[in-house]
């Protein structure tokens, strides 16, 4: 049980299958600050053939991926198993150190306001990130805000798990930005 426990921590995948495109209306964080956001793209994160969460891009229809820390968007889990808030939060400051480098103290300040910010989740929960460029990240539980990081150097290796060009998952970062397999 430990072993799957380990597994579904991970933020990003070992393996991803694609969704299927879901007929899923935008989230009220994307309603309120982006009306004119579209469904960028979304995938399924699998890890040891495990589904753990439906992952969603919300955007502007001119998003450009290699400049996503200087472009409003939204991204929204929704997850498949159950994963506690400190799991998650442990996990995402492992990867944001992996891809940034990020100093201790910084990691601990970044890793306290996640605890403020996520929950435990339970298949069907869905977690929200709203990025505006210079002002905090908004973070949603089940479309009710939680909290907001406000450090202009937390947005990139936060939402770098997904979107950098370094993360561990080019599969999902392509689905999330709507291309196909192979395609630039």
């Known amino acids: 049980m430990k072993r799957a426990a380990l597994a579904v ?5 070992l393996l991803l299958a694609a969704s299927a495109a879901l007929a899923s209306p935008p989230p009220p964080a994307v309603r309120d600050a982006l009306p004119q956001a579209q469904l960028r793209g979304e995938a399924t994160l699998r890890i040891f053939g495990f589904a753990l969460y439906d992952a969603r891009l919300w955007a502007l229809p001119a998003f450009d991926a290699g400049r996503y820390a200087e472009q409003p968007f939204v991204l929204e889990l929704q997850y498949r198993r159950a994963i506690a808030a400190e799991t998650i939060a442990e996990r995402s400051i492992l990867e944001m150190r992996r891809l940034q480098g990020v100093d201790e103290a910084r990691a601990l300040a970044w890793r306290t306001a996640l605890l403020q910010a996520l929950r435990d989740v339970r298949p069907g929960d869905r977690l929200g990130a709203l990025h ?4 905090p990240v908004r973070f949603y539980f089940n479309d009710q805000h939680t909290a907001a990081i406000d450090d202009t150097a937390f947005a990139r290796p936060f939402f770098g798990i997904w979107l950098a060009e370094a993360t561990r998952d080019t599969a999902l970062r392509d689905a999330l930005l709507g291309r ?5």
Request: a positive charge.
């Open 9 to 13: 921590a991970w933020p990003v995948g």
């Open 180 to 184: 196909a397999a192979g395609r630039p």
């Open 132 to 135: 505006l460029p210079g002002r």
